[in-house]
């Protein structure tokens, strides 16, 4: 695949925000490898969770997507351009999403990885298996896909109606905050129950209904670069700053897994972070360095990494080659992220992006 190529369209700073999202997110999954080595807790600071960079940059990339529709249709929205536009979405994530739970399942049967087929059932087929309860012990990476799909469903449905209701910019932002709040009331409304550390984690932030407005953080920010383009060049390295400095922040936050913030508001605090980098990232568009298209080519296979980095490269690896040792797992971190990158990168180029292609033509 020539990256240099791919990134005539697409925009440098985006995919060097992605490609560090999808790297926090591997290297989380692999980091159990570096355990009695002096890389145990590199990079040596608290960093936030890379899925939470991906939701907040894929509402701004399918916010901008929507609002570019509405404003040239006056403020409407209609059925086919929303069926166009799942169509699209579609053909984007669920044919990789498919290819590799299916090869899950094989290499499970076959003995090839590890994983409770005990614990499949259709709900994975139709992203309903974390909609509005937890799920256990079967590709769990698949939390955060089931939440992106079901924004591409609520996202252009709420936009119809309030537009339908006012056909302006105030129907718009009206949608806007709909997605952000109703999220939040909906946790506030779970917060007494009763959770350790584990059920923080599946029940309030691996749920459909209580994490949407993560990604809605990022329509909001394409929403302020549609509208308020002097601000959003203007204070782009301001916000950066914010952004950067209050990411560092927030992991050394005091949490309990039963508080009421931890539960709730807290969240918001990365996404808003998050969102306050996209301005600065937005502005560069185009590499000219060998760094500039390893960047861009992990932005581009970053989809694949996500999905078979943990259920089919680490399920490999803990299957058949346990860590013994920490030089032993020092070794095998760095097969993980081989084997991560090269198979990524057959499945984009064989896989993926000619299903892509295939988008314009139906």
């Given at each position: 695949?020539?990256?240099?190529?791919?990134?005539?369209?697409?925009?440098?700073?985006?995919?060097?925000?992605?490609?560090?999202?999808?790297?926090?997110?591997?290297?989380?999954?692999?980091?159990?490898?570096?355990?009695?080595?002096?890389?145990?807790?590199?990079?040596?600071?608290?960093?936030?969770?890379?899925?939470?960079?991906?939701?907040?940059?894929?509402?701004?990339?399918?916010?901008?997507?929507?609002?570019?529709?509405?404003?040239?249709?006056?403020?409407?929205?209609?059925?086919?351009?929303?069926?166009?536009?799942?169509?699209?979405?579609?053909?984007?994530?669920?044919?990789?999403?498919?290819?590799?739970?299916?090869?899950?399942?094989?290499?499970?049967?076959?003995?090839?990885?590890?994983?409770?087929?005990?614990?499949?059932?259709?709900?994975?087929?139709?992203?309903?298996?974390?909609?509005?309860?937890?799920?256990?012990?079967?590709?769990?990476?698949?939390?955060?896909?089931?939440?992106?799909?079901?924004?591409?469903?609520?996202?252009?449905?709420?936009?119809?109606?309030?537009?339908?209701?006012?056909?302006?910019?105030?129907?718009?932002?009206?949608?806007?905050?709909?997605?952000?709040?109703?999220?939040?009331?909906?946790?506030?409304?779970?917060?007494?129950?009763?959770?350790?550390?584990?059920?923080?984690?599946?029940?309030?932030?691996?749920?459909?209904?209580?994490?949407?407005?993560?990604?809605?953080?990022?329509?909001?920010?394409?929403?302020?670069?549609?509208?308020?383009?002097?601000?959003?060049?203007?204070?782009?390295?301001?916000?950066?700053?914010?952004?950067?400095?209050?990411?560092?922040?927030?992991?050394?936050?005091?949490?309990?897994?039963?508080?009421?913030?931890?539960?709730?508001?807290?969240?918001?605090?990365?996404?808003i972070a998050a969102m306050c980098l996209l301005p600065f990232a937005d502005q560069y568009k185009s590499f000219k360095t060998s760094f500039g298209k390893m960047m861009t080519h992990i932005s581009l296979i970053s989809y694949s990494m996500?999905?078979?980095?943990?259920?089919?490269?680490?399920?490999?690896?803990?299957?058949?080659?346990?860590?013994?040792?920490?030089?032993?797992?020092?070794?095998?971190?760095?097969?993980?992220?081989?084997?991560?990158?090269?198979?990524?990168?057959?499945?984009?180029?064989?896989?993926?992006?000619?299903?892509?292609?295939?988008?314009?033509?139906?």
């Open positions: 695949m020539n990256s240099n190529s791919s990134s005539k369209k697409r925009t440098y700073g985006l995919d060097v925000y992605r490609a560090i999202a999808i790297i926090l997110v591997v290297h989380g999954h692999g980091k159990y490898m570096l355990k009695g080595t002096t890389f145990e807790n590199f990079p040596w600071v608290k960093l936030v969770d890379g899925v939470e960079l991906f939701f907040v940059l894929s509402g701004f990339l399918i916010g901008g997507i929507l609002i570019k529709i509405i404003d040239q249709n006056n403020y409407s929205l209609n059925f086919y351009q929303i069926f166009n536009f799942w169509k699209r979405r579609w053909f984007r994530t669920l044919p990789n999403y498919y290819l590799v739970l299916g090869l899950y399942l094989l290499f499970i049967s076959l003995g090839i990885v590890g994983g409770n087929l005990e614990h499949f059932n259709f709900k994975f087929l139709v992203f309903l298996q974390n909609f509005a309860s937890p799920f256990y012990h079967f590709f769990w990476e698949s939390w955060s896909l089931t939440i992106e799909e079901w924004f591409y469903i609520f996202l252009p449905l709420t936009l119809w109606g309030c537009l339908k209701i006012w056909p302006s910019r105030k129907g718009l932002l009206t949608a806007i905050l709909i997605l952000l709040v109703c999220p939040l009331l909906y946790r506030i409304s779970q917060s007494g129950i009763q959770v350790d550390s584990f059920g923080w984690d599946t029940k309030f932030r691996k749920i459909v209904l209580m994490r949407l407005d993560t990604i809605v953080y990022g329509v909001l920010m394409a929403y302020a670069k549609f509208y308020y383009q002097d601000f959003w060049k203007k204070y782009a390295t301001q916000l950066f700053v914010i952004g950067f400095l209050y990411m560092m922040v927030i992991p050394f936050i005091p949490r309990e897994s039963n508080d009421f913030f931890n539960k709730t508001f807290y969240f918001n605090l990365t996404s996500y999905l078979i980095n943990l259920c089919l490269v680490v399920g490999f690896i803990n299957k058949h080659f346990p860590i013994v040792n920490a030089s032993d797992g020092s070794i095998k971190y760095i097969v993980y992220w081989g084997a991560t990158l090269f198979f990524s990168t057959i499945i984009y180029k064989y896989f993926e992006k000619p299903v892509m292609d295939l988008r314009d033509r139906f």
